[in-house]
């Protein structure tokens, strides 16, 4: 079956309904997903689960595998998404189980050697605004970036999708 979802509730309700029912195994790429985000569903609240945190808690000590990515953003040229994207795989990584699976990476792939000249002024200001972050404040990534030096990301991805038990899946559910 294939039905659109257009509105916000229409889809955070769709993905509370998914999450709650996995049996064995919950894949989530997302963009927006916080682990302190209220749910909505009557019944989950019932149950005492009041966050999205709660709910990845609860399905994970069911026995589910839950696999979750978070597309990270350059470390050096958008540190707010950056930040934004660890502190969302962090907040996850307290609320679950350790058997939950959490992966915050960037998609891996540069920009061709052509538009690095272009861009050796944004590269410049790029390391500069970095380097004048404190030192403790930097992530790993950011630190690796600027001791080895920026890596051009052509994009980065504004996937989002969530898949139960192989069968279920949800594209584009960003809540």
């Not at 590269?123 to 920026?150: C, D, E, F, N, V």
């Amino acid at each position: 079956m294939i039905a659109l979802l257009a509105s916000s509730a229409a889809r955070r309700g769709a993905l509370e309904s998914l999450i709650a029912g996995a049996r064995s195994e919950l894949l989530l790429v997302t963009q927006e997903f916080d682990a302190d985000s209220a749910l909505t569903a009557p019944e989950l609240r019932e149950r005492g689960l009041g966050s999205w945190g709660d709910l990845l808690a609860w399905v994970t000590q069911r026995g589910v595998l839950v696999r979750m990515l978070f597309a990270d953003a350059d470390p050096m040229f958008e540190d707010a998404a950056h930040r934004k994207a660890w502190r969302q795989a962090s907040r996850f990584a307290k609320a679950l189980p350790p058997q939950a699976q959490i992966l915050c990476a960037g998609h891996g792939h540069s920009a061709g050697r052509l538009w690095h000249l272009p861009l050796r002024h944004i590269r410049q200001a790029g390391r500069a605004a970095l380097m004048a972050t404190q030192a403790h404040r930097r992530t790993y990534p950011q630190r690796q970036a600027l001791a080895q030096g920026p890596q051009l990301r052509p994009h980065h991805l504004h996937a989002s999708f969530a898949m139960a038990d192989g069968q279920t899946a949800l594209l584009g559910c960003d809540v």
